[in-house]
């Protein structure tokens, strides 16, 4: 299983680095501002987005196999 | 008013719903067809790691932290995406060593250790049973504040109530119930518990709606959305802090310490850990989990900002507890039905985490505290009872109600004390000790027994010092003074800043010390000294675990002499005797023995024998159980290491020698499908070509034979003369045709015909065939009749082929008929887009096993024996063959003594059509 789905671990692998970096500073250190993005606040939106993506990419990389035989 | 029977009838009539679906999941577990068995259900279940710490707490933290609760999820969200390296390989190892828990885990990498076992459940317990106790405050907490409706009184200020009144202690006892009839039905762990895993998925799915519900609530109902609500507490400057960070070091570290003890929790768990492994059904729905887990995560965190900000607006004073908003403000705000369904939201998060909680820890206590406890005991003489499975449960059964009970009193000691409100995150950091040692155990097969020994325990002690003894000093429940001064009044061990390490938050600060010294104690100690031969076979198993066909290679690990007639007895006392003999029955037959006595007690039988047991008591007592039967002749060292060489050599070149297998497989397969459509192709040459040759031979034969006569006898007369020359005419013309249509044929076979497409109405080519044969119909007195609709769809198609299908079925149905009564139908209609043509008569008909035959070529109808052939054999499947060109299709139906109806049907001119033409 590992061998076949090595390139989908692999994918997700690099999904995590991502979210890794991108839930750390200084990411984090760059939207923690106290302006607000369509009233809401840039930090609250930044990670909320940020998260929603993640979970799309992850739900991408799985689903996506899914189809080739 | 919401009165407290209406509470109490709810909360029962909730817990009898669990019942209910547990009863329904085990049910259909039995008839195998199990409800659980789809990765959403899986799912949904892993989100037992939302306890109400996050129901009600997340919303308490974020009242004071901001969005400081987030990384509790997602660090989850992070390890899931490396799930298929981590959680796979778990669950892999799990199953095919049948492992119960994670004691077993650990105890089982590091050579079946009943040292380790039993140190992970003692960590297990300290850590967990708190955590089931806050659980219980919680529910308590609800439902007391739901009592006061419409008042809001903090629990805090009103009245304790006697144990016995105490309705949190009725829900241990019926929790101790549901655990003990859906957690211990069989004695076997690795069987799944299919009907608890339903609750759960249940209660996560209840837990989600109605805090989706509550959030929507809060802002929608109570505000006008996430700008009104974050516009409102931007103009309060406390709430404004909360909605960024500090910019310093330390918030940023404790942030990324969450977000790792998170990653480390969600494995590690005990629960977490139960139903993501032990009660995986197929390793497969690990994958959609993946993502499904993470996306439960962020909508259930959706609204914990709106909420903590909306309750801090609403009650800015103080006088309620951040930790009481979910359930607060809809009781402010009169919404009794809502808060109610809040409160069942927050029953089910308690309940399901202390179910699974309890099953999980159960199993540990049974399987790596007590039984090695017992199993040593020289005064008991365990081992001349007949069937211990008994006692097995029972251990069980009493250690569920064990913990809870003590969760129980825990939580009645504590109450309010900071021991208990902080224990979420003291409980993740002491299951995050298990890390170094599982996770470098999985991957790293250097690790030993000694180092995993070494690292908990080191691990452990530092928590127990940096975050679990301060917790208490803050409860008051030890001297203040060992807060600020450390144990013997030395500064440089001052639990929370330990060495003077300060500008951590406590849990960054003691999850710093505890893993540095853990991980610290494992490298160290491993590295310092090889582990024995038990501990490198069974880190060989366990790193390799995607490598080796197991059973092959743990049993090379194993050499000595067994008695079938020992193992038997030894398995049935822990499992019952008929349920251990239908098991070694199974093995028998799987290794084509035909019965017990047949079976050879070899290493594979050992090693079996081992798994099964594992299954009941855990590993580390297994192997002390089949140990004590078996004659084991030592492996040295040296001989393991062989044997691992070996191994790893052969793996390589058997790698290599799999990959040009599997090339040379596919080659070859592609060159026998060759061959095999060939010999295909040359068999039906064959038969055509010995069927043409049988039908020319025929009419040939006749020929001859007529010629002959007229040769060899001058003087026949000249009315025999006629007839034979007649014969010998109508023979030929036969040969002419049947040549005609075998060239015919295979001219269409090899797409060679030069189609004439046109659009063509379908009446005129019947009428023009009907006219062609009327002299046909006039001989043998037969009456045509032609039903034709006024108006038709033009079909696109060879109009001479046409004719000459519809010729070949009316000179077919006028040769069967019999003369003078017979008739022929022709019918036109038209269905959708296609036409369709019948041409019924009222002949002998076909029988049914002919049907098909008559389509093949040189068949023909009747039987060829007795009845004379009368047409080529070669009409009706080269009518089909043009059918068909033409996308229509060709069929007959007819019952003997009643006729025959031939029809076919061809698709009406579109533009679609002339397209795909």
Redesign the interface.
């Known amino acids: 299983?590992?061998?076949r789905?090595s390139l989908?671990?692999q994918r997700?692998?690099g999904?995590?680095l991502l979210?890794?970096a991108l839930?750390?500073?200084p990411f984090?250190?760059l939207f923690?501002?106290?302006e607000?993005v369509?009233?809401?606040?840039m930090?609250?939106a930044y990670?909320?987005a940020v998260?929603?993506a993640?979970?799309g990419m992850?739900?991408w990389v799985?689903e996506r196999r899914r189809d080739k035989p | 008013m919401l009165q407290g029977w209406v509470i109490v009838v709810c909360s029962i009539a909730y817990l009898g719903v669990l019942f209910a679906i547990a009863w329904v999941g085990d049910k259909r577990a039995d008839q195998g067809r199990s409800i659980i068995a789809n990765p959403y259900i899986y799912a949904l279940s892993l989100a037992v790691y939302c306890t109400t710490w996050t129901y009600y707490g997340s919303v308490g933290r974020a009242a004071s932290t901001g969005i400081g609760f987030l990384p509790i999820y997602i660090g989850p969200t992070l390890i899931a995406a490396l799930w298929l390296f981590v959680m796979l390989k778990i669950i892999r190892i799990t199953k095919t060593h049948r492992i119960t828990s994670i004691a077993d885990f650990i105890a089982s990498r590091y050579g079946k250790s009943q040292l380790l076992g039993g140190l992970v459940t003692v960590v297990a317990v300290v850590g967990v049973v708190p955590y089931i106790s806050l659980q219980l405050k919680a529910v308590s907490n609800s439902f007391t504040i739901l009592l006061h409706y419409p008042d809001i009184v903090m629990p805090a200020h009103s009245a304790a109530v006697p144990v016995l009144q105490d309705n949190t202690l009725y829900i241990a006892l019926i929790l101790a119930t549901f655990t003990i009839l859906f957690g211990t039905r069989h004695l076997d762990a690795t069987e799944r518990h299919e009907g608890m895993v339903a609750a759960i998925a249940f209660e996560s799915l209840v837990k989600l709606v109605a805090f989706v519900a509550v959030g929507a609530f809060v802002t929608f109902g109570i505000y006008d959305g996430f700008g009104d609500i974050f516009e409102r507490a931007a103009r309060v400057p406390r709430l404004a802090a909360l909605m960024t960070f500090e910019n310093d070091a330390a918030h940023y570290g404790s942030w990324t310490s969450l977000t790792l003890l998170a990653m480390l929790s969600v494995t590690l768990l005990p629960r977490q850990f139960q139903i993501g492994v032990v009660e995986n059904v197929n390793e497969n729905h690990l994958r959609k989990a993946i993502w499904l887990f993470p996306l439960y995560l962020i909508v259930i965190n959706l609204f914990v900002l709106p909420i903590a900000l909306g309750g801090l607006l609403r009650f800015p004073d103080g006088g309620v507890d951040a930790d009481t908003f979910v359930l607060t403000l809809p009781m402010a705000h009169r919404n009794e039905l809502l808060a109610l369904f809040v409160y069942i939201g927050g029953l089910s998060a308690g309940t399901g985490m202390i179910i699974v909680e309890t099953i999980a820890l159960s199993t540990m206590v049974c399987n790596d505290l007590v039984m090695p406890g017992l199993l040593r005991q020289r005064w008991w003489p365990l081992h001349r009872e007949r069937d211990l499975s008994g006692l097995l449960l029972g251990i069980r059964r009493g250690a569920i109600v064990a913990i809870l009970l003590l969760g129980y009193t825990y939580f009645r000691a504590a109450g309010e004390a900071y021991a208990l409100v902080g224990i979420g995150l003291i409980s993740f950091a002491a299951v995050a000790q298990f890390a170094p040692a599982l996770i470098g155990g999985m991957f790293w097969k250097g690790g030993t027994r000694r180092g995993a020994v070494a690292g908990i325990v080191a691990g452990f002690a530092v928590w127990l010092y940096t975050l679990l003894l301060p917790s208490f000093a803050k409860s008051g429940w030890l001297p203040a003074a060992f807060l600020h001064s450390g144990v013997f009044g030395i500064e440089l061990l001052e639990p929370q800043r330990l060495f003077g390490l300060s500008g951590m938050d406590e849990t960054t600060h003691s999850l710093f010390w505890s893993l540095a010294a853990n991980i610290g104690a494992y490298l160290w100690v491993s590295l310092a000294r090889r582990g024995d031969v038990v501990e490198t076979s069974q880190a060989t198993l366990f790193v390799d675990v995607f490598r080796h066909t197991q059973a092959q290679v743990s049993t090379q690990f194993w050499r000595g002499s067994a008695q079938v007639g020992d193992l038997l007895p030894l398995i049935g006392r822990f499992l019952g005797p008929a349920r251990a003999r239908a098991a070694f029955e199974r093995y028998a037959r799987a290794h084509g023995a035909d019965s017990l006595d047949d079976l050879h007690a070899d290493a594979d039988l050992v090693h079996f024998a081992e798994s099964l047991l594992a299954g009941a008591i855990g590993a580390a007592s297994a192997r002390v159980m089949v140990s004590s039967v078996v004659k084991e002749e030592p492996l040295g060292m040296d001989e393991v290491m062989n044997i691992l060489d070996e191994a790893s050599q052969v793996r390589a070149y058997s790698r290599q020698v799999e990959q040009k297998s599997r090339e040379l497989e596919i080659a070859s397969r592609d060159l026998r499908e060759a061959n095999e459509r060939m010999r295909e192709l040359d068999r039906l040459k064959d038969d055509f070509v010995s069927s043409v040759t049988h039908e020319l031979r025929t009419p040939l034969t006749s020929i001859r034979a007529f010629s002959e006569i007229l040769l060899e006898d001058p003087r026949t007369e000249l009315a025999e003369r006629k007839r034979f020359l007649g014969i010998i005419s109508a023979e030929s013309q036969r040969l002419t045709r049947l040549v005609n249509q075998v060239l015919d044929m295979a001219k269409i076979e090899s797409g060679k015909v030069d189609w004439q497409n046109t659009e063509i109405d379908l009446r005129v080519v019947i009428e023009q065939s009907a006219a062609a044969t009327q002299a046909l119909f006039r001989d043998r007195k037969v009456a045509l009749s032609l039903e034709l609709p006024d108006e038709v769809p033009l079909v696109c198609a060879d109009r001479d082929r046409l004719i000459q299908v519809m010729l070949n079925l009316l000179s077919n149905a006028v040769k069967f008929v019999e003369p003078a009564t017979g008739w022929v139908r022709v019918r036109l209609s038209g269905a959708g887009d296609m036409l369709r043509v019948d041409v019924e008569d009222n002949g002998p008909g076909i029988r049914a096993e002919d049907q098909a035959r008559v389509f093949e070529k040189f068949r023909q109808g009747g039987d060829a024996l007795t009845s004379k052939p009368q047409g080529t054999g070669l009409g009706l499947p080269i009518s089909r063959q043009i059918v068909e060109h033409f996308g229509g299709r060709m069929w007959v139906e007819s019952e003997p003594g009643r006729g025959a109806t031939f029809s076919f049907t061809l698709p009406v001119c579109g533009p679609a059509r002339a397209g795909a033409q």
Do not use: K
């Not at chain 1, 369509?38 to 606040?41: Q, R, S």
């Open positions: 299983m590992i061998a789905g989908t671990a997700l692998a999904v995590f979210g890794w839930f750390n500073y984090l250190y923690n501002r106290a607000t369509a009233g809401i606040p930090l609250y990670v909320f998260w929603a993640l979970i992850m739900a799985i």
